[in-house]
């Protein structure tokens, strides 16, 4: 049963940085791509980057770039979005998403707050 856990969400006042982790089991991790969306009250959910399975190519939201950065460590199954120089507006429950065959899984998300 593939399972996503993120964890590093939490309340940060602008230009400041958070790091979030996804913890990924169940499935062959260094196969798959990985993603993060994220979902702002009253909005609909928007990818924020994309990694490839073996981590070398990424894609961003034109929003985050230049401010986040996507990676991997395939020794650990896990995803990472370091995320600098905050804003309001980054402000949402951020998601962990893989997809297998035609089966899309998300975590459960973590809250970022930006706010002074």
């Known amino acids: 049963q593939v399972q996503l856990v993120e964890s590093g969400g939490g309340l940060v006042r602008p230009g400041g940085s958070l790091r979030l982790s996804c913890a990924a089991s169940g499935l062959t991790f260094s196969s798959y791509a990985m993603s993060w969306y994220r979902q702002a009250p009253g909005s609909e959910r928007e990818l924020v980057a994309s990694i490839s399975s073996a981590g070398g190519s990424t894609n961003y939201a034109n929003s985050v770039k230049g401010r986040f950065t996507i990676s991997r460590d395939n020794t650990k199954n896990t995803v990472y979005l370091q995320m600098n120089s905050l804003k309001p507006e980054d402000t949402a429950v951020y998601y962990c998403?893989?997809?297998?065959?035609?089966?899309?899984?998300w975590g459960k998300g973590t809250l970022v707050t930006v706010s002074s």
């Open positions: 998403y893989t997809w297998i065959g035609r089966v899309n899984y």
